[in-house]
């Protein structure tokens, strides 16, 4: 079946998990997470992973082991689409891309290839054009000063201070969410974001072996 948008039952789910997190909450909704939720996901995904590369659709159980939260249920559905990553919940829709926990091997690549001139130059071209419409840059950590080793007037000091690199946008819960309309603005964004996403691919690349990258 083609991907139709996510109906509002699915935004009422999420709103109801986020005042009641409970096991019998799930329980008494697992259908309307299955056909409303889940299913809209899984053909959407499958439909852009055709064209962006591999897909993974996140579990809907919180890792609690080491976390103070111990509320059992993500109050999202999130999936990976090749480097991409899209959630959505009660808020609405947003969608990332590129790379947003660099290891130690990748973040040594990664400054390397901001201050080389040509490679770092091409970067700045492509992360202005992003945000000049209207695209966020975020990351795991944005140090707050110069990275060692590494000039405080550098050029590009400001990529330079990026841990991680991921162009970043959020829809707010529209009409068009529930419509075949939602995974037009996903495949413009990840369209619009590739050129960040080769960048990385091929001046950062995967990190090594016992350096796993977290998103």
Same mark, same amino acid.
């Given at each position: 079946m083609a991907f139709q948008g996510w109906p509002e039952a699915a935004l009422d789910f999420f709103d109801g998990l986020e005042e009641d997190n409970s096991r019998s909450y799930w329980t008494a909704h697992k259908a309307t997470y299955d056909e409303l939720v889940l299913g809209p996901m899984t053909e959407l995904t499958d439909e852009l992973g055709a064209e962006f590369g591999p897909v993974k659709i996140f579990r809907p159980y919180r890792d609690v082991r080491f976390s103070a939260d111990k509320s059992p249920y993500?109050?999202?559905?999130?999936?990976?689409?090749?480097?991409?990553?899209?959630?959505?919940?009660a808020g609405g829709l947003a969608a990332g891309n590129g790379m947003f926990h660099l290891a130690a091997d990748q973040l040594s690549r990664y400054r390397q290839g901001v201050a080389d001139n040509v490679s770092g130059g091409e970067?700045?071209?492509?992360?202005?054009a992003l945000t000049g419409q209207g695209i966020s840059l975020i990351g795991h950590e944005i140090?707050?000063?110069?990275?060692?080793?590494?000039?405080? +007037? /550098?050029?590009?000091?400001? !990529?330079?201070?990026?841990?991680? @690199?991921?162009?970043?946008?959020?829809?707010? $819960?529209? %009409?068009?969410?529930?419509?075949?309309?939602?995974? +037009? /603005?996903?495949?413009?964004? !990840?369209?619009?974001?590739?050129? @960040?996403?080769?960048?990385?691919?091929?001046? $950062?690349? %995967?990190p090594e072996a016992g350096e796993p990258s977290r998103r």
């Open positions: 993500r109050t999202e559905i999130g999936a990976t689409v090749g480097s991409a990553y899209i959630r959505l919940s970067l700045d071209r492509i992360t202005a140090l707050k000063s110069a990275p060692r080793g590494y000039p405080a +007037d /550098h050029p590009r000091i400001g !990529l330079l201070r990026h841990k991680g @690199l991921v162009a970043y946008i959020e829809w707010p $819960v529209e %009409p068009w969410l529930s419509t075949s309309a939602a995974k +037009d /603005h996903l495949a413009e964004f !990840l369209v619009t974001t590739e050129p @960040l996403a080769g960048w990385l691919g091929t001046h $950062v690349g %995967p």
